[in-house]
């Protein structure tokens, strides 16, 4: 029977929620929910894209221990042998659970509590550590807790938006929505984007600040000044609620505009200009991102920012505040059940003898830890020397995503036991597992999780669980039943985990600590499923309501004030002789992370469907680097083969790549590779934007582009990477040398039937070849060899895998690569929801269509999920500027 169930998204800490709708046949839609005060209804492309990624394809479904099907019995009590094993002979820190922010809050709850009470080491680390933690850290710093103040409602309500290091547009989706209405509502409402490259959010800005790499503390150290010094301070909440302004002012006021113009490589004006639009606003939110966390002055940079607020006492209070923004869904759930090494349960302090007995004596713990464990970066190493010697990933995909991507792969590989829990058979982490485990993915679990803005949400079940994947939650208690904890990690469901977190969150509580939720702790089945979405605290007797932190004070720092914190602005530039450009690297508007979902949608694919490096033009020019070219792109950590694109919204001097491919899309994507280990010396998170590199044009001897209905098997080319696409897959490819046998070639890589002969046409002269196979009417596979980067019509080949192909003629137009009269080829999808390619939109533009709402009237683009709003404004204005000029 058809049903609906709330449920929240599983993608960025915006949080939307998500109706999803199982029809009869038992297929499945989503739409926004209206009423989820995250969202009001919208999703982006990624949300709306979410029921194309619920396919079983490539799904784990069973346990397998070293590759072969076994049950869930064996496996577990394998892992809790292998466990406690290590642990008898080597002690509990020999062991290590490395989890994530797209846990669910019941489950990270159950790891840390196994890890940090019962095994007795806080080795568990997470992926938030490449994410958060220097927002944890910088907050722990000046509000003696990990608080963030404000809400969603604040950036609608601010007369200036400060965002820094954020793509808002392309990260946070609806929230940028939320902004950019906002904006068009009360256009006097100021926006400014800091951040090296012009991306997609910097097209709302009233101002964009390109400053240099790694150069925010310099910044937001200098905005201090000029507030101290034009008289903007508050000195009243100054002195009532902060200490050490004098300290952290000392440290700043010697900055003059030239220094600082310098240190930034901003103008004078350009600082002026900020500076004073600052000053002259009361109501001010600086939103911040990776750009500021992903840095080895990350927490000094969150502490910039935050000094900022707190001199002008602009915290707290409608439409003020430092806002730090949240990557994963559940970033704000881990912190909360402490799942960072230095961390305990419930905001509490690990360092702190009080709080340990607290939840020693909550837990009723056997073995306390004692110490903060390993952060992610050293606790990779500790897995690299043999220090760890059991180690359990869940949720996350390390190989991909932290830096040093290869020596870690080197290091899980060589450790004597690892477990694996992924709802993937197939990742770059899970292939050297000992023992996977399937685990139950989103619309199968659940569970709760936190957004930005403190809100807690229901994820709901609304699909059977598949094959014989089971929750998180239930494969860590199972692990710690079987290890002798039967009491506690009795939990039946995660109703009973969510309402124990509850408890221990309010438990000895009394208001001094931020985060409680002991209205919940008593909570049943029925109320867990009916749980609406509400903002913390909300501690033991009280109603939901909403509430802001700190706007009269009320720190968690034992006297109960703020810190300045003194910063050093000084920056420490990377790129080198050797290495002389500075890589950043981040994320695309349609891909999640290391793409083990999103690259299940062709839709999503076909927004930018290969690896690439945004480099600026003169660069371009230095390295003789033509667009759609390969680059090769170095560190002395690894080296990756991207495709070059070629644009002014990238700084000379630096090269943005993304985050996301990896191995099973690309044959050397994985960024990772090259980033260095280096890392914030206070918050442990990896500086993964500001990577010394050097780059070279990628001579191929072949580039080609296919399209094939069936996924392509062992590609062995220099260069390639596979696409999910309508009806098959794409590929992109160059080669060192010709092959002698392009048709055998075509008949391996692509499954096709023996007997099936190719159309084909070759010239010679210029290299050209192209080879397409055809089942009847169908298109098997096309192959496009050139000796320069080929110029088929992407899309138009990629939609031949759908038509039929009736006549002998069109049969040759898909040889010939080229689409006939009346098949106009879409070009590179813009819109995701409508599949729009910048092609029509060009078109449209030169019919008249001024605006992005003319574009929208014409073709749809932009009128569902708004995702793509930005880039149709950046090419009318690129348009219509060419046909200025
Ligand atoms: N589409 C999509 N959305 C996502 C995700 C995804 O994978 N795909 N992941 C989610 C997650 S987990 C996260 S953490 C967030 C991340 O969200 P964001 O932080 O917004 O995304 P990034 O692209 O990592 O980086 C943001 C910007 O920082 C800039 N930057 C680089 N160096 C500096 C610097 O020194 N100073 C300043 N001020 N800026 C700099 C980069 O140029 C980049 O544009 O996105 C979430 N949302
Ligand atoms: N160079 C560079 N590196 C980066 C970043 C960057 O900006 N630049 N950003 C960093 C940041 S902010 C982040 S958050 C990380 C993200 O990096 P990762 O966490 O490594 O990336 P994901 O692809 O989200 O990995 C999630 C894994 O969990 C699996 N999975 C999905 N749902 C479930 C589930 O319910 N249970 C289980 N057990 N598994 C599940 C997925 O199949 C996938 O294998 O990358 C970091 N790395
Ligand atoms: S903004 Fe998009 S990805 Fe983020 S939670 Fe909302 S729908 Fe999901
Ligand atoms: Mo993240």
Redesign the pocket.
């Known amino acids: 029977m058809a049903c609906e169930v709330k449920t929240t998204c599983?993608y960025c800490g915006v949080g939307c929620g998500v109706i999803a709708r199982v029809d009869d046949e038992g297929s499945v839609s989503v739409k926004g929910d209206p009423e989820h005060p995250a969202n009001f209804g919208r999703l982006c492309s990624k949300g709306s894209a979410l029921a194309e990624t619920l396919d079983l394809d490539g799904r784990l479904l069973h346990p397998e221990i070293g590759g072969r099907r076994a049950g869930w019995d064996e496996a577990l009590n394998l892992v809790a042998r292998r466990f406690a094993e290590t642990i008898a002979e080597h002690g509990p820190d020999s062991v290590a659970f490395y989890v994530?922010?797209?846990?669910l809050t019941e489950d990270y709850y159950v790891a840390n509590k196994l890890m940090k009470g019962f095994i007795g080491s806080a080795n568990i680390d997470t992926?938030?550590r490449?994410?958060m933690s220097s927002s944890v850290a910088g907050h722990r710093r000046a509000f003696g807790s990990d608080t963030v103040p404000g809400a969603y409602e604040d950036l609608e309500l601010a007369d200036l938006v400060v965002l820094t290091g954020s793509n808002l547009a392309w990260c946070h989706p609806v929230l940028y929505q939320r902004l950019a209405a906002a904006k068009a509502s009360r256009p006097e409402m100021k926006v400014v984007v800091i951040d090296p490259r012009r991306t997609m959010t910097a097209d709302i800005a009233d101002m964009h600040l390109a400053l240099a790499p790694d150069s925010d503390v310099a910044l937001f150290n200098g905005l201090f000044a000029h507030l101290a010094v034009s008289g903007a301070v508050d000195q009243n909440y100054i002195s009532a609620h902060t200490r050490g302004f004098a300290e952290a002012f000392a440290a700043v006021s010697a900055l003059d505009l030239a220094e600082l113009s310098a240190l930034t490589g901003l103008s004078q004006a350009q600082l002026r200009d900020f500076f004073r639009l600052f000053e002259t606003t009361e109501k001010v939110v600086t939103c911040y991102s990776?750009g500021v966390n992903?840095s080895a002055s990350g927490t000094d940079k969150v502490n910039a920012i935050i000094n900022c607020h707190l001199a002008t006492g602009r915290i707290g209070r409608p439409g003020m505040g430092p806002f730090s923004l949240t990557?994963?869904p559940n970033a704000m759930g881990g912190r909360e059940v402490g799942g960072l090494a230095n961390m305990l349960a419930a905001h509490l302090d690990i360092e702190k003898s009080v709080h340990r007995d607290l939840v020693r004596r909550f837990w009723g713990a056997p073995a306390l830890a004692g110490k903060p464990g390993l952060k992610a970066v050293d606790m990779f190493r500790a897995v690299a020397d043999g220090r760890i010697k059991a180690l359990w990933i869940?949720?996350?995909?390390?190989v991909?995503?932290?830096?040093d991507a290869d020596a870690v792969e080197a290091a899980i590989r060589a450790c004597p036991f690892v477990v694996v829990?992924?709802?993937?058979r197939e990742?770059d982490?899970a292939r050297h597992a000992h023992v996977l485990l399937p685990?139950?993915?989103?619309g199968e679990?659940d569970g709760t999780v936190t957004n930005s803005e403190r809100r807690i949400s229901r994820q709901r079940a609304f699909l059977d669980a598949p094959g014989e994947a089971r929750p998180?939650w239930w494969q860590l208690a199972e692990v710690g039943r079987r290890m002798g904890f039967s009491q506690a990690f009795a939990h039946a469901s995660p109703a009973e985990v969510f309402a124990e977190h509850a408890a221990l969150s309010g438990f000895e509580n009394d208001g001094r600590r931020d985060f409680d939720i002991g209205a919940h702790a008593a909570i049943d089945k029925a109320a867990y499923d009916d749980l609406k979405p509400f903002q913390w605290p909300q501690p033991r007797g009280t109603q939901p309501r909403e509430r802001r932190f700190f706007a009269e004070g009320g720190f968690y720092h034992a006297d109960g004030r703020a810190s300045f914190v003194a910063v050093d602005a000084s920056v420490s530039r990377r790129a080198n002789d050797t290495y002389p450009y500075t890589l950043n690297?981040?994320?695309v508007r349609d891909h999640?992370?290391?793409?083990?979902?999103t690259g299940k949608s062709a839709r999503l694919s076909a927004h930018i469907a290969e690896p690439f490096a945004e480099i600026h033009p003169r660069d371009a020019e230095k390295l003789a680097v033509a667009d759609a070219d390969l680059m090769r792109i170095e560190s002395p950590y690894g080296r990756a083969i991207v495709r070059a694109l070629i644009t002014e919204r990238q700084a000379e001097g630096s090269l943005f790549v993304p985050?996301h491919w990896n191995d099973q899309f690309a044959s050397k994507g994985r960024?990772?590779a090259l980033?260095p280990p280096v890392t914030d010396p206070v918050s442990g998170q990896p500086a993964?934007?500001n990577v010394a590199v050097k780059a070279t044009r990628f001579e191929a001897r072949a580039y080609g582009f296919a399209v094939s209905a069936e996924k392509p098997q062992g590609v062995d080319a220099a260069y390639w990477a596979i696409a999910r696409a309508e009806g098959g897959w794409r590929l992109e490819l160059a080669f060192a040398e010709q092959q002698a046998d392009w048709i055998g070639w075509c008949r391996r890589v692509f499954s096709i039937p023996a007997g099936t002969e190719p159309i084909g046409y070759t010239d010679r002269q210029s290299g050209e070849l192209r080879l397409a196979f055809f089942d009847g009417e169908r298109l098997l596979a096309a192959l496009f060899l050139a000796t320069r980067p080929v110029a088929v019509a992407r899309n138009w080949a990629v939609s031949q895998l759908r038509a039929s192909h009736t006549d002998l003629g069109t049969r040759f137009a898909v040889a010939a690569g080229r689409p006939g009269a009346g098949r106009e080829d879409p070009g590179a999808t813009v819109c995701s929801c409508f599949s729009v390619g910048v092609n029509q939109i060009t078109a449209a533009i030169r019919d008249g269509c001024h605006s992005v709402q003319a574009i929208g009237e014409r073709l749809s683009a932009g009128t569902n999920c708004g995702s793509c709003r930005a880039e149709i404004r950046g090419i009318i204005d690129g348009c219509l500027a060419a046909a200025a000029e």
Request: aromatic content about 4%; some cysteine.
């Open positions: 599983p994530s922010g797209q846990l992926n938030s490449l994410c990776q992903q990557g994963q869940m949720a996350t995909n390390p991909v995503s932290m830096p829990s992924d709802i993937l990742t982490t685990s139950l993915g989103w679990k998180d690297t981040g994320r999640w992370h290391t793409m083990t979902r985050m960024i990772d980033v993964s934007k």
